[in-house]
């Protein structure tokens, strides 16, 4: 089971949502603040969050905003006491899976903590097939990362050949090396491999 934290600035709900989390088997953790969620979890680390939306100091929007942009694998629900849909929207676009409205429905945060737990896995899986991608990239020599750039586009050997102004022969060890380098037996598979690593 995924770590799963709290982060709202009212002590009572804290304690609400914990002693009702605590009845569907979770182990929840809770946090005052989004600077002390921050200081104390390893954001880069599997886990499920619910965070207010409305704290003062980094609210949980921003919270939010900050954890996509280090590429954190864990999943968030958001939580308001005055939630709309646009801001409901917002979240969601922002990487949220859901957004509710206190006080929380317990039915529906157990279902949603279900989903959290799966999207949290692929999260995790995705973030690992990226890091293992950016491994191999670094392994490639600037001339590698030019021709495979450059078989990408689709062009011939022999125009690439031409464009990099080496032999054709010297072109084909580049390019034996960087199908090499990545693991892969065909144009096909390198261009699934780098696709993959954007969606």
Not at 23 to 42: N, R, T
Not at 49 to 65: E, H, K, R, T, Y
Not at 156 to 182: G, P, S
Request: hydrophobic residues 45%; charged residues 20%.
């Amino acid at each position: 089971m995924n770590n799963l934290y709290l982060v709202d600035d009212d002590q009572a709900v804290l304690d609400s949502l914990s002693w009702m989390l605590k009845g569907l088997g979770y182990q929840p953790k809770g946090f005052l603040s989004a600077d002390c969620f921050l200081k104390s979890i390893d954001i880069q680390q599997p886990a499920i969050a619910i965070l207010d939306v409305q704290m003062p100091g980094m609210d949980g929007s921003a919270l939010l905003n900050h954890m996509t942009e280090a590429e954190s694998p864990i999943t968030v629900i958001m939580l308001s006491g005055h939630g709309n849909i646009a801001m409901a929207v917002q979240a969601i676009q922002k990487g949220a899976i859901d957004f509710l409205e206190k006080p929380v429905d317990g039915d529906k945060l157990a279902s949603l903590l279900e989903q959290a737990s799966i999207q949290t896995e692929h999260n995790m899986r995705s973030k690992l097939a990226r890091q293992e991608l950016v491994n191999k990239l670094a392994t490639l020599t600037a001339r590698e990362l030019e021709v495979m750039n450059r078989v990408l586009e689709g062009k011939l050997n022999k125009v690439i050949a031409a464009e990099l102004n080496i032999a054709q022969r010297t072109l084909e060890l580049h390019r034996q090396k960087v199908m090499q380098k990545m693991q892969v037996s065909n144009i096909a598979e390198l261009a699934f491999l780098m696709g993959k690593s954007i969606a």
